[in-house]
Every structure is written in C-alpha cells, then in structure tokens.
C-alpha cells in the first residue's frame, strides 16, 4: 500500500370508519415497535428501537485465511492481519451500535442467520413516510457518543452533534457520557421518502457525530431506510422487494480510533510499536466491507429471480473512493444499468438487482489497492 495515503415494530396499521378503529398488529423488525396513538396524531405509527453503543473485540478476519483466493495468509495480508511485535493484528476493541428488545437494554436483539453478514453494522432503522422514529440510545463506551440521522427531520435536541449552532444550548442527547440514556424523535416527512429517480424506498445513514471522525473509526454507523408511503410492510420494508441486502464500504483507519491506545496495550506484540512508524500505521488500516476483510464475512445468498435491492454506503476519508463490483450479475441504479457503483465517503445508494446467474460470485471494491488490502467479499445466488 502506499505511505502516501496513510494520513490522511412492532407496527400498528389503524383503519377508521366512521367512530370504530381497529389496531392490527404485525411483526418488527431491529427490536421495534409502534405506538397507535402516536401513529393517529402523526399520520404514520410510531416505530421504537433500543439501541446501545457497546465496546465489542471485533475480529475483522475470524477465519484466519484468505477466503477469496482460498489459500492462508501470506505477506501482502500479513501487513494488515498478523499479530506480532509491534504488531496489533486482525483483532479490535471497537464501539458499535447494538439492537436490544426494549429499553431496559436487558436483552440484545437476536440478529438472523441470513443477516449475519451485517457484521458490525449497527441495527438497520426503518420508517414510512409519515412515522415516527424514537431511539432510546445507551452509551456504555469509554467515550461521549451519540446518534446523527441523515435524512429525516429533527429538532436541534435530537441531531446528536456538538458544534456552535447559535442557539446557545448544549443538549446531553449530542454527546452521550458513559452510562448515560437520552432518547432521540426523528420524523419521516416527504422530502425523507425516495426521490423521483429512486425506488420504492430511500437509503439513508446514521452514525456517532459526538466525534465524528473517531466515533465512525471506532464503528458507530448504521443504515436508516425510510419506504415510500403506502409502499411499505408492517414492518418498514418495500412492499416490491424480496431481499434488502446492506453494504459499508470503508478503511476503518484504527490509527484515528479513540480507542487505539486501549487496542496497543491489549493486542499488540512487545515492543511497543511506534506511532510515527508508517508500517505500523499502514496495518491499522482495515479495508473492510461490513468490518471484514479478505472475504471473511458471511457470504450474502440471494435467489435467482427474486427482487434484491443493495444499499451501500461509504465512508472514511479521501483514500475512500470505492468502486463497489457485482461479478456475475447486474444491477440498475437510478435507472442506469451497471455492475460498478460508485461511492465517495458518507454518500449513499440503492442498486436494484434481479439476479439470473446462479453461483458464488465476487463482490469487491474495484479500486486496485483496496483490492489488495482485503476489500473484498463474495455473494451466493442459489436456484
């Protein structure tokens, strides 16, 4: 790698007739669930999640081998993944954002084995145009963090980011202290839902803003996907859609992490590595889809046929020009027929695919150094 680039629901559907009103309830999805009474007023339901910023030792290669090229780890992802002196290897302390089944935060939020893939990717948060977004949002990090939404509107006491806006008023809900609650309310209004060129939903973003370059590098980001009106499930999802598959396309650089300091005097080999030594900095670079690399995250499966919609976001810093590549298959984004997206840091898309190809094919930025660095992964389409 080059020196140069190192520095860089529960959901409640009310229909009235006349005075009569009946309240069916269906399934949720990322520990939501809906209050009815907020839902008349608002015009949509009200969707609730518990989400918690929890420290996690994060393995972005668990398999220990390359899994694209099928062999072990040899130099050139020995750079990035082997533990040594000086050395911190393949395994982080990070902070991410974790679903739980209500707001006592005593039970983490079972996440499918169809969705293992996600991997550190915060709880995907869903709206119809119409709703209502409350996050009761825990902080158990060793530093102040919180929730920015992109996308939906918010008042100044729910944007979850410190800076001088001129109101003269600090909100605890910017930057969560450790051991701290707040609860955030986020609307779905029209301008939130998709545009004249998207599909039947909008791909939004969520992440830490209490520091945004050091909460992001230590894992706070999420996906916010808000489904046009009268297009959507009970449970948030596009009505026209068989299969949401989710994508963060990013060098998680550690070396900016608020926790590499922790992450030396757990994970790295003696001596202690030197913070100016440029090797040291290029192996912290973690070039990783969904926090994995060298394709060591659970393969997506698709089936043929069926409507598959990709959501990708990207994000880091210059160097985090991703060129995301469907082998196999292609996809249509915003009505341009392609197998390459592209993706500049915080920007966010939708590729719908409908795939014909049966397989296991590649999925990988096509940027040649990202490449090399272990931004790749693979997608399954079965019969």
Not at 66 to 72: K, L
Not at 171 to 199: E, N
Not at 235 to 261: C, H, M, Q, T, Y
Request: net charge negative; hydrophobic share 35%; aromatic share 8%.
């Amino acid at each position: 790698m080059s020196i140069g680039r190192l520095f860089p629901v529960r959901r409640c559907a009310v229909f009235v007739a006349a005075a009569l009103s009946v309240a069916l309830s269906a399934g949720c999805t990322s520990g939501g669930h809906t209050d009815p009474a907020g839902a008349a007023r608002s015009g949509g339901v009200t969707r609730h999640y518990s989400i918690s910023a929890d420290p996690v030792a994060w393995d972005y290669a668990p398999h220990g081998r390359n899994d694209i090229s099928g062999r072990p780890f040899g130099d050139r992802e020995n750079v990035f993944v082997k533990h040594g002196p000086g050395r911190i290897g393949s395994t982080y302390e990070k902070c991410l954002y974790r679903g739980y089944t209500d707001e006592s935060f005593g039970t983490r939020q079972h996440r499918p084995a169809a969705d293992a893939y996600l991997g550190d990717l915060g709880p995907t948060i869903r709206a119809e145009v119409g709703d209502t977004v409350k996050v009761v949002f825990r902080n158990t990090c060793p530093f102040p963090a919180s929730m920015h939404p992109h996308g939906v509107a918010y008042q100044k006491d729910s944007e979850g980011a410190p800076y001088a806006d001129g109101t003269g008023i600090t909100h605890l809900a910017d930057a969560v202290p450790t051991g701290k609650t707040v609860t955030y309310t986020w609307r779905a209004v029209d301008r939130s839902g998709p545009g004249p060129m998207d599909g039947s939903s909008a791909v939004w973003m969520y992440h830490s803003h209490a520091d945004e370059v050091g909460d992001v590098y230590a894992g706070l980001t999420g996906f916010l996907i808000v489904t046009a009106r009268g297009k959507a499930r009970p449970d948030g999802s596009p009505k026209d859609v068989d299969r949401e598959v989710f994508s963060l396309f990013e060098i998680d650089n550690e070396n900016s992490s608020p926790l590499l300091a922790a992450n030396i005097a757990r994970y790295a080999g003696r001596p202690v590595p030197d913070l100016a030594d440029a090797d040291f900095v290029e192996s912290n670079l973690m070039h990783s889809i969904n926090g994995y690399v060298y394709g060591n995250g659970p393969v997506v499966q698709v089936k043929k046929g069926e409507r598959v919609r990709w959501y990708l976001m990207g994000m880091g810093t210059e160097v985090d020009l991703h060129t995301p590549h469907w082998h196999g298959n292609t996809v249509t984004i915003n009505g341009m027929r392609t197998d390459v997206a592209n993706l500049l840091p915080a920007s966010m898309l939708a590729a719908d695919m409908r795939p014909d190809a049966v397989g296991t094919w590649l999925f990988h930025c096509h940027v040649g150094d990202h490449i090399a660095a272990g931004m790749q992964a693979r997608y399954q389409v079965v019969g």
